[in-house]
Nanobody, 124 residues
């Protein structure tokens, strides 16, 4: 079993920055890859970024490339999402997720474990 707890959300002005963290507990983290997704009311949860736990390979959605960076700290079992140059359209609940295997995943169904989510609000 894997437990994921997100933190770091909040209210920020457009152009500002936030850093989200996801603390993971459980066993054998080298088996999992991690991702961040976001969701706004009435919309599907969308992929933001992902990282392979074993290789560190990262992928980001086109909408956040150059602004968001995903990283991991294997010693602390945490995954972070550094968000810069935030825009009002980045407002959403952000979820951390874990999937089995070393390859990154772009789709919700690939992820078995989910955190409770953290709200990010970007004011214009």
């Amino acid at each position: 079993q894997v437990q994921l707890v997100e933190s770091g959300g909040g209210l920020v002005q457009a152009g500002g920055s936030l850093r989200l963290s996801c603390a993971a507990s459980g066993r054998a983290f080298s088996r999992y890859s991690m991702g961040w997704f976001r969701q706004t009311p009435g919309k599907e949860r969308e992929f933001v970024a992902a990282i392979s736990w074993s290789s560190g390979t990262t992928y980001s959605a086109d909408s956040v490339k150059g602004r968001f960076t995903i990283s991991r700290d294997t010693a602390k079992n945490t995954v972070s999402l550094q968000m810069n140059s935030l825009k009002p359209e980045d407002t959403a609940v952000y979820y951390c997720a874990a999937k089995d295997g070393p390859s990154v995943g772009y789709y919700q169904y690939q992820y078995r474990y989910w955190g409770q989510g953290t709200q990010v609000t970007v004011a214009s």
